[in-house]
């Protein structure tokens, strides 16, 4: 039953685009196409060998985090994006993936159906979260729980349709979750949705073989020239594991080349597949970020608390953990 009800989503779903491409003008001025290579390299230092349960960053001592060389080619109506990861944040970024495929961190074609209607087939990164896997998109070094938690990447075929200057809107067919290379044999497919209202997101994640549902809310505000609070608010429940949390992102431009960010984030899960099986857990970090041309330092210290001991310093298990971090991260 459930795959008849998946097999009538995805024909629907088809439908809809191929409609709303026969109803596009498909006629356009030549223009020319452009190639471009970008991407980052960092590295960083980590005071002690024992880090809390997040992703990357959580290396001992003088570590590394990844090389990230994206490929891009746009053309009249259509393009491509080829982002390849090698060290161990790309790794830990791409984990589901074996093989050469362990590179690839994105990898997708799209097409511009109009000017405000684009398609995209592939892998792509998660539309969920206010946090990113390139470490110069984040103001912060280190990873929260709820991006940690993923999911990190999609592959499947997505729709988005820009409304209005102010409103937007996302419709996708997804493999199961961090299943970037294909999909599992009988597993479900999973449905993806955001609408985007004046730089506020609600996101939509639901399906797959587990039963998942993943609600997030990802934004943030100008308070000021200099200050801004982003926010990001998560619940996801399937059939083995619940979590949810919050985090506040404050963040202050002192000049253009200093500016101090913090993130303040709680944290609950239920399950017993997790870092913490039945508990809670608060983390505190504040970064600093120094930029000169394309090089960009961050001083960041962090504390994570929770409900038990959940966490292994060297004295075993502990309730609490702290750490400081200084990375480097050179953007081209």
Same mark, same amino acid.
Do not use: C, W
């Given at each position: 039953? @459930?795959?008849?009800?998946?097999?009538?989503? #995805?024909?629907?779903?088809?439908?809809?685009?191929?409609?709303?491409?026969?109803?596009?003008?498909?006629?356009?001025?030549?223009?020319?196409?452009?190639?471009?290579?970008?991407?980052?390299?960092?590295?960083?230092?980590?005071?002690?060998?024992?880090?809390?349960?997040?992703?990357?960053?959580?290396?001992?001592?003088? +570590?590394?985090?990844?090389?990230?060389?994206?490929?891009?080619?746009?053309?009249?109506?259509?393009?491509?994006?080829?982002?390849?990861?090698?060290?161990?944040?790309?790794?830990?970024?791409?984990?589901?993936?074996?093989?050469?495929?362990?590179?690839?961190?994105?990898?997708?074609?799209?097409?511009?159906?109009?000017?405000?209607?684009?398609?995209?087939?592939?892998?792509?990164?998660?539309?969920?979260?206010?946090?990113?896997?390139?470490?110069? +998109?984040?103001?912060?070094?280190?990873?929260?729980?709820?991006?940690?938690?993923?999911?990190?990447?999609?592959?499947?075929? @997505?729709?988005?349709?820009?409304?209005?200057?102010?409103?937007?809107?996302?419709?996708?067919?997804?493999?199961?979750?961090?299943?970037?290379?294909?999909?599992?044999?009988?597993?479900?497919?999973?449905?993806?949705?955001?609408?985007?209202?004046?730089?506020?997101?609600?996101?939509?994640?639901?399906?797959?073989?587990?039963?998942?549902?993943?609600?997030?809310?990802?934004?943030?505000?100008?308070?000021?020239?200099?200050?801004?609070?982003?926010?990001? +608010?998560?619940?996801?429940?399937?059939?083995?594991?619940?979590?949810?949390?919050?985090?506040?992102?404050?963040?202050?431009?002192?000049?253009?080349?200093?500016?101090?960010?913090?993130?303040?984030?709680?944290?609950?899960?239920?399950?017993?597949?997790?870092?913490?099986?039945?508990?809670?857990?608060?983390?505190?970090? #504040?970064?600093?970020?120094?930029?000169?041309?394309?090089?960009?330092? @961050?001083?960041?210290?962090?504390?994570?608390?929770?409900?038990? @001991?959940?966490?292994?310093?060297?004295?075993?298990?502990?309730?609490?953990?702290?750490?400081?971090?200084? +990375?480097?991260?050179?953007?081209?």
């Amino acid at each position: 039953m @459930k795959n008849n009800i998946n097999s009538i989503l #995805i024909t629907t779903f088809a439908v809809l685009m191929v409609t709303l491409l026969g109803n596009q003008n498909m006629q356009a001025q030549d223009e020319a196409p452009t190639f471009s290579v970008s991407g980052t390299v960092d590295t960083y230092y980590r005071s002690t060998e024992f880090a809390p349960g997040t992703s990357f960053a959580n290396l001992n001592g003088f +570590a590394l985090g990844m090389a990230n060389i994206v490929l891009s080619y746009e053309g009249e109506k259509s393009g491509f994006v080829a982002d390849l990861v090698y060290g161990p944040r790309g790794a830990d970024a791409v984990f589901n993936s074996v093989g050469s495929s362990n590179l690839v961190n994105q990898l997708y074609v799209y097409y511009n159906v109009s000017d405000s209607f684009t398609l995209t087939l592939g892998n792509f990164n998660t539309f969920l979260g206010y946090e990113v896997i390139s470490p110069a +998109a984040n103001f912060n070094y280190s990873t929260s729980y709820m991006f940690s938690y993923g999911p990190f990447s999609h592959t499947g075929l @997505k729709a988005d349709i820009t409304l209005s200057d102010d409103i937007s809107l996302m419709l996708g067919v997804l493999n199961s979750t961090d299943q970037t290379e294909a999909q599992p044999i009988g597993d479900d497919y999973m449905f993806g949705a955001q609408l985007g209202l004046y730089g506020q997101y609600i996101n939509l994640l639901t399906g797959g073989s587990v039963n998942a549902t993943q609600i997030d809310f990802t934004g943030g505000i100008d308070l000021s020239d200099s200050f801004f609070l982003g926010v990001n +608010a998560t619940t996801y429940e399937d059939d083995t594991i619940e979590f949810s949390g919050i985090a506040l992102y404050p963040q202050y431009t002192f000049s253009d080349s200093f500016a101090l960010g913090a993130r303040y984030e709680a944290f609950t899960e239920n399950g017993e597949l997790g870092a913490f099986g039945d508990g809670d857990n608060t983390s505190f970090t #504040i970064t600093g970020s120094l930029t000169s041309g394309n090089m960009t330092i @961050k001083p960041e210290f962090r504390v994570d608390t929770a409900s038990d @001991k959940f966490y292994t310093n060297a004295d075993g298990a502990t309730d609490s953990l702290a750490s400081f971090v200084v +990375a480097a991260i050179y953007s081209f």
